[in-house]
């Protein structure tokens, strides 16, 4: 952020009065500038000991698998965005159960937000705009060494142990920097 | 937003393409500027059948009572965002145990996210730059007529219902907007 967003004056970043962080504040009109995480919704659908993987159709991590996820929008709930995220990635109507993880990646400032969704039939879309391919993977046939990111990699693994051991936990966790995945975009 | 922050010239707001909701768009840099709910995060501080509620010495909802909790920052973990505003408005160091509410409040755009947390002493701050006073209460005189947000509200009741019952749970729904307060500032 160079310039303020209600004035068009150029910004300082200092740290407010009363504050302990530096903003982005203006010397014109006073505004000081907030930015804070975002939040990513999204599901994890099972149907018969199958999950379903979008193929991502556009960058980051385009041709790659992930579960259907986006960011939330204003205005909705946070299982609302997760299943509007579904079907946009997806083309398929699901409702969020339990919630499986809330996991932060503090470097690009997100905090990834996974529900389990059981569907009702195997229909889906065979692909979307934002999805190459839509596809029901058997637990055992994940292609582990093509998920997109390591947030749909870790709940992907934690809910497969978790449901082995027969107790289906709600984890919350940070993305360690190592886990860290050059972006193209 | 009136300007774009990257190059200051006036924004429109208009539908980008591939996507389907209205955005500001500099028609100067392209930037699109997406705006997202901002996450709150706090704590249910509880110690021998008390829990820790501070008051609150700032606008919105100056003189009433809430569990500890504000603004995720960019850069820290969920459970660490909690913990520091814990220890910002009640003057205790706590470790975040189980996720016990995720409230979306759509007509703020805001998730307030609130962590059980075990004190292991009494002691905590008489008052904090951001509490005009910190105390415990008693799980019976809770001053719930007193309680500055819904959220907090609700996520207090539910505690309490579940400890009743035994099973602890993690609740996620969205606030009505009948329970919308109105605020000062």
Redesign the interface.
């Known amino acids: 952020?160079?310039?303020?967003?209600?004035?068009?004056h150029?910004?300082e970043y200092a740290i407010p009065k009363?504050d302990n962080?530096e903003r982005?504040i203006c010397t014109s009109c006073g505004t000081i500038?907030?930015?804070?995480?975002?939040?990513v919704a999204g599901t994890l659908p099972v149907f018969e000991g199958k999950v379903l993987l979008c193929k991502r159709a556009i960058e980051p991590r385009k041709g790659y698998w992930t579960l259907p996820a986006g960011?939330?929008?204003?205005?909705?709930?946070?299982?609302?965005g997760a299943e509007r995220e579904t079907l946009e990635e997806a083309g398929v109507n699901v409702t969020?159960g339990q919630?499986l993880s809330?996991i932060?990646v503090?470097?690009i400032?997100q905090?990834h937000?996974f529900f389990l969704t059981e569907l009702t039939s195997n229909e889906h879309a065979p692909s979307t705009?934002e999805s190459l391919d839509v596809k029901l993977f058997e637990f055992d046939n994940i292609p582990w060494d093509e998920i997109a990111f390591p947030t749909v990699k870790q709940t992907l693994r934690h809910y497969l142990d978790d449901l082995k051991a027969g107790n289906i936990q709600?984890r919350?966790w940070?993305i360690d920097p190592k886990d860290r995945i050059e972006r193209k975009s």
């Open positions: 952020m160079k310039f303020c967003s209600e004035c068009a150029p910004v009363g962080r982005a500038h907030y930015v804070n995480p975002r939040i960011f939330m929008e204003n205005g909705e709930g946070l299982q609302q969020c919630m809330a932060t503090p470097f400032s905090v937000i705009t709600t919350i940070n």
